[in-house]
């Protein structure tokens, strides 16, 4: 069962049926491009489905962002470790209309918390494609520091920004 969270403005819950629409127009678009989009919806699809599944094979994930005021689908965001990541990360994306309020930090907060006290993750990494510029001010923000680059096999030549430990955010 996937743990339901939340912030001050934001629920963090289970992806849902009723998500993928948003879900699928994100990842159909140019905004996609620094997360392996832009892919077709049948891609989207299983990539809903692929956020799922984490849940099932780590016991851990990522959550879908729910605005508590709207009630509106806002992003994914959440704990990311599939096959070919170096380690666990934080991993995040805003659909449209989302992004400059905050939201990714303070979602992000919570699942590092999450991650260290339920989890018990000893560290965790974000990685940050070097165009994507607004992730990396998000890493920074919440403490991480660039620590070298990773090398995957689809997306490239990628940051690790390595995220504060859990002894520095008790």
């Not at 930090?105 to 070097?130: F, G, M, Q, W």
């Not at 403490?143 to 430990?165: I, N």
């Amino acid at each position: 069962m996937i743990p339901v969270l939340e912030t001050d403005r934001l629920i963090l819950r289970a992806p849902k049926a009723e998500d993928f629409d948003r879900f699928a127009a994100f990842f159909g678009s140019d905004r996609a491009r620094y997360v392996g989009g832009p892919i077709t919806r049948e891609q989207a699809w299983r990539a809903l489905a692929a956020e799922l599944g984490h849940w099932h094979l780590r016991g851990y994930g990522r959550w879908a962002l729910e605005e508590k005021e709207t009630g509106a689908f806002c992003g994914i965001i959440g704990l990311w470790y599939p096959e070919g990541w170096p380690e666990p990360e934080i991993g995040w994306e805003l659909m449209d209309g989302f992004e400059g309020r905050g939201f990714a930090t303070e979602a992000a907060i919570a699942a590092r918390t999450y991650a260290y006290d339920v989890v018990k993750l000893p560290t965790l990494i974000s990685l940050i494609l070097h165009e994507n510029i607004g992730s990396a001010r998000l890493a920074e923000r919440l403490g991480a520091t660039l620590e070298g680059e990773f090398t995957h096999q689809r997306l490239g030549l990628m940051q690790v920004w390595r995220h504060l430990g859990p002894e520095a955010v008790q």
